[in-house]
């Protein structure tokens, strides 16, 4: 993450880029599409910043996503053991190409479509639970547990063998630097678990997506072991975690922008156009996975060496006037093609479809619920989570 920009920036504070990321990233923007920083883990590497940009390399071949490309020495992020890190996130084609052609066969719209009425009745349930309360957390009491389920219903977990998902994910993305060994202690655990979900979904398949992804095949190829199992920790990871976000970012820009949300409130079926404005205006990834260029690569005018980690700001892109007109104001009825928050190119989101649906369903529910609902404490004292690769709440307390 970018700490400093030698010679061009001033020193920047890590609390201020997690309370407010747009405002870092505009002066990192505004000073130059392409920068040399320094990251939290004392290496150096690449920003890059304006929409154009940005946009074009999410889709450049020539920007790798596996880790083996990267220089020695230069990549220090979280190692993953092989039957976790096999998954869409770590790959370049060929690989690529044959993960996500099996996945798809499983993965299909069919089977998402299918979850709409599930979610519908999950949250109806949640809210219902917190309607006698008049006050609650947003994320403990709905944005969590809302796609929990949906996850794990839709990898066919039973309600018996849901895990604590949430602690899981947490050490993983907001490591406590006091307790090292936690995040190690959760990958641990999310082996152990998986690996007796799938010996159990082989024994006993079902209408759900591991199941499907067991028996997928394409001539003779079909998913390995490891395989199967990094992408089982893909879906619940990403799935989950930044579907969690979207949710509680975007209740959090509707309730601090009354006018657009009485737009919604008006005319509610809105909301699904809507959803690409808030993950535009305040998205849950800020930073796009790291890249390594096979080769020597230009973005911006600027040279960059192969082997290098390139960091590709979503934040700064989705905020540059270049693209959007006026674009730290939330407008539902803007027109956002280009959005950027569920990725571009080959590695667009798989789950972006799911994510969407969730995040409407999960809207219209709370604000058909709530008529009143209002913030329960000031802009300021909301705390955001310790991590500068998710854009999140640790809590949104609300009354209604």
């Known amino acids: 993450m970018p700490i400093t920009t030698p010679g061009q920036l001033p020193l920047v504070d890590p609390a201020e880029l997690i309370a407010d990321p747009y405002a870092v990233y505009a002066r990192f923007r505004e000073a130059g599409p392409v920068h040399r920083i320094t990251g939290t883990d004392g290496l150096p590497a690449w920003l890059v910043t304006r929409y154009d940009d940005v946009h074009q390399a999410l889709a450049d071949p020539r920007l790798s996503l596996d880790k083996r490309n990267a220089a020695p020495g230069g990549y220090h992020g979280f190692s993953l053991p092989p039957a976790l890190d096999a998954n869409l996130l770590n790959m370049d084609p060929p690989d690529h190409t044959r993960i996500r052609r099996l996945v798809s066969q499983a993965f299909t719209p069919r089977r998402i479509a299918l979850l709409r009425e599930p979610i519908r009745k999950t949250a109806d349930l949640l809210l219902e639970a917190m309607a ?26 039973a309600p018996h063998d849901r895990q604590d ?21 959760a990958v ?24 499907a992804l067991i028996a997928v095949r394409d001539g003779e190829d079909r998913l390995s072991e490891d395989e199967l199992m990094s992408l089982a920790f893909l879906i619940l990871f990403a799935g989950y975690e930044n579907t969690v976000h979207l949710i509680g970012n975007a209740t959090l820009a509707l309730l601090s922008h009354p006018d ?36 020597d690569v230009t973005i911006g005018g600027v040279g960059i060496p192969a082997g290098e980690t390139v960091l590709l700001s979503l934040a700064a892109a989705h905020r540059d006037p270049r ?35 969730e995040t409407e ?30 854009r999140g709440l640790l809590s949104l307390p609300v009354t209604y």
């Open 165 to 185: 998902f949430r602690s899981w994910t947490d050490a993983l993305v907001a490591p406590d630097r006091a307790q090292p060994d936690k995040a190690k202690g």
């Open 361 to 390: 369903i999960a809207l219209t529910a709370l604000l058909a619920r709530f008529p009143g609902l209002a913030l329960d404490v000031p802009l300021a004292g909301l705390k955001w989570r310790p991590s500068m690769r998710a």
């Open 260 to 295: 657009q949300l009485a737009e919604l409130r008006a005319d509610p079926s809105r909301l699904g156009s809507a959803v690409e404005e808030l993950a535009r205006y305040d998205g849950p990834v800020p930073l796009a996975i790291r890249r390594f260029p096979t080769e």
């Open 132 to 157: 006698p309360l008049g006050r609650a957390d947003v994320i403990a009491s709905y944005a969590a547990p809302l796609p929990i389920t949906v996850i794990c219903d839709l990898l066919g977990v």
């Open 188 to 211: 641990r655990s999310m082996l152990a678990f998986f690996r007796q979900l799938l010996a159990d979904k082989r024994a006993s398949p079902a209408d759900d997506l591991l199941s």
């Open 323 to 357: 693209r959007f007109t006026d674009p730290d104001r939330l407008d539902i009825s803007r027109d956002t093609t280009g959005n950027l928050a569920l990725g571009h190119g080959i590695h667009y989101c798989l789950g972006a479809p799911l994510a969407r649906m």
